[in-house]
């Protein structure tokens, strides 16, 4: 770990415009990554820092934007937050796909409902949605209430960088 802090130590003494930093936390103990995660934050705000890694919660820890290199091309080059934004819901209820599936497919901004397995009397099931979770999910809350069903788990479902880069190098 203090061969990296040099480095790094070396690197911003001059207060570069643009600094580019290769796996920054490799090596270091968790007391120390904490440390390095909240200087590149600090180091942000004043210049144009660019992180190389290959490991995500990394990226997700420190950047608010990302590009996701593949076969020296550009692949993916967006917020983080819209990289995580994921148009699906999970929904556990004590009603059978045949009660529920017309009432919450109609509502605005549902596409379709899946199940996904039951636990008992309790029956899991996916959304896909048209818009974001936050708008819908008030909608289907009241609708639920509404038809007096019970219920368990309502969630809104995020993707990792993990996942994204997954999909990305399929």
Aim: charged letters at 20%; aromatic letters at 4%; hydrophobic letters at 40%.
């Amino acid at each position: 770990g203090y061969c990296q802090r040099v480095g790094v130590a070396q690197a911003i003494i001059h207060k570069p415009p643009i600094l580019v930093l290769d796996e920054p936390t490799n090596g270091l103990d968790p007391t120390q990554i904490v440390a390095m995660r909240n200087l590149i934050k600090s180091l942000a705000e004043t210049s144009t820092v660019i992180v190389s890694t290959h490991i995500m919660q990394e990226v997700e820890a420190i950047c608010d934007r990302v590009i996701i290199v593949l076969n020296g091309k550009i692949a993916i080059d967006s917020t983080l937050k819209e990289l995580q934004k994921n148009n699906s819901m999970s929904l556990s209820l004590n009603q059978e796909m045949s009660t529920i599936e017309k009432p919450i497919v109609s509502l605005d901004g549902v596409e379709s409902i899946s199940p996904i397995d039951i636990d008992g009397d309790v029956h899991n099931y996916s959304l896909n949605l048209t818009a974001e979770a936050s708008k819908v999910a008030p909608n289907i809350a009241k609708t639920i209430i509404n038809n007096g069903w019970q219920l368990y788990r309502m969630n809104s479902e995020y993707r990792n960088l993990e996942m994204v880069f997954n999909e990305v190098n399929r």
